[in-house]
C-alpha cells in the first residue's frame, strides 16, 4: 500500500512538472524573443577565452599526435631508442602468422610470428648520409651547367639585341632617305 502512495505521489510530480514545462513553453513561443546586451566587455572577454580554449585544444592535439608518430616511428627500428611519454596509452597490434594448414593437418602445430623488416638507427643513417652526398654532388653539377649556359646564353642575347639595335639603325636611315628624297 505504502508503495502505491509513493508511485502515485511520483507520477503525480511527473505530471505536474509535464505540465508546467509545456504551459512554459507555450508562453515562450507565443512572446518574441528578446536578446540583452551584455556589455562589450563581457562578450570580448567571451571571445578570448574560446579562443584560448580552441588553442589549447589545438595545441594538445597536435602534441598528442605528434608523440604518437614519434613513437611510432621509433618502434620501427631495431635497436632501442629513447621514448617520448604520451598522456594516452597506445595500442600494438603484432604481426603474426601460423605456418602449414589453418586447423590441425599441418607439419607443425606451433604458430611462428614474423616480425617485419627493421633497421637500425646507424644504418638508416648511413644511408641518409650517403643520399645527402649525393644530392649535394648533383645540385653542385648542375649550378655548374647552369652558370656555364648563362654565360653563353647571355653572350647570344648580346649578339641578337645588337643585330636588332642595327637593323633598327639602317631602317630608320632608310626612312629618312626616302623622306629627304621624298
Request: with cysteine; glycine share 6%.
Amino acid at each position: 500500500m505504502q508503495h502505491s502512495k509513493s508511485l502515485n505521489l511520483t507520477l503525480l510530480v511527473c505530471l505536474l512538472l509535464m505540465g508546467l514545462t509545456m504551459a512554459q513553453e507555450d508562453r515562450s513561443s507565443n512572446a518574441p524573443h528578446v536578446r540583452h546586451k551584455r556589455g562589450i566587455f563581457w562578450d570580448f572577454f567571451q571571445k578570448m577565452v574560446i579562443t584560448k580554449n580552441l588553442i589549447v585544444d589545438q595545441y594538445t592535439d597536435t602534441r598528442n599526435t605528434l608523440n604518437d608518430i614519434y613513437n611510432t616511428f621509433n618502434e620501427q627500428f631495431s635497436d632501442p631508442g629513447p621514448e617520448k611519454p604520451t598522456n594516452r596509452p597506445r595500442t600494438t597490434t603484432e604481426k603474426s602468422s601460423i605456418s602449414g594448414e589453418e586447423s590441425g593437418g599441418g607439419s607443425s602445430d606451433e604458430p611462428t610470428t614474423t616480425e617485419g623488416f627493421q633497421i637500425s638507427r646507424y644504418e638508416l643513417g648511413r644511408i641518409l648520409g650517403r643520399n645527402f652526398r649525393g644530392l649535394q654532388r648533383l645540385a653542385k653539377s648542375e649550378f655548374e651547367v647552369a652558370l656555364n649556359a648563362t654565360k653563353y646564353n647571355l653572350m647570344e642575347y648580346k649578339a641578337e639585341a645588337d643585330q636588332q639595335f642595327a637593323n633598327s639603325l639602317a631602317v630608320e636611315k632608310k626612312n629618312k632617305l626616302k623622306s629627304l628624297k621624298g
